[in-house]
């Protein structure tokens, strides 16, 4: 195991559901969370920052992430720019692309050792802005769609 603290930069990486704006908490501490996506060729490179799993679209991704706040409570926001190192306060859409900053460090607690990568700093190159949908709803069917009763599909009074 690599024994020194360091800061790297991942060049060429793909972003999906980045929560860069504010924290998530889905087990219990905030954090920040990005997938980062890669093709088969990068695996080795990849796997010293995380584990390295196979997504739907046939590439290779980790999650890094970053606490919310440091031991002393403080804030701690990752850093996001554009390729001219302007801050970018737009939402970041799958499939935009850059760099990424991290910085690993070795752990020891309760016998147990490892190695922890930190997200740090992000700086999209291609971006693609995410825009959330603001309302589910069904859309709009012809008047020739073949209706249903009930006992066709299934339902009795006692579904409602």
């Not at 060729?41 to 679209?57: A, L, P």
């Not at 919310?68 to 926001?77: R, Y």
């Not at 070795?106 to 990568?117: D, L």
């Amino acid at each position: 195991m690599n024994t020194q603290n360091a800061s790297s930069v991942i060049r060429n990486v793909n972003f999906y559901y980045a929560k860069l704006d504010k924290p998530v908490s889905p087990f219990g501490t905030e954090i920040y969370d990005m997938q980062v996506r890669f093709p088969k060729e990068r695996i080795e490179e990849m796997s010293v920052y995380g584990k390295v799993r196979q997504v739907e679209d046939g590439n290779f991704a980790i999650n890094i992430t970053r606490k919310a706040k440091n031991a002393k409570g403080q804030a701690t926001p990752v850093r996001v720019v554009d390729a001219n190192k302007n801050p970018i306060t737009d939402l970041i859409g799958n499939g935009s692309s850059g760099n990424i900053i991290v910085y690993q460090y070795n752990w020891a607690v309760s016998g147990r050792t490892g190695r922890k990568t930190v997200l740090i700093a992000v700086q999209v190159t291609n971006m693609i802005k995410y825009v959330p949908q603001t309302e589910v709803d069904f859309d709009i069917l012809p008047n020739d769609m073949p209706k249903y009763s009930k006992e066709q599909v299934g339902i009795d009074s006692s579904d409602f």
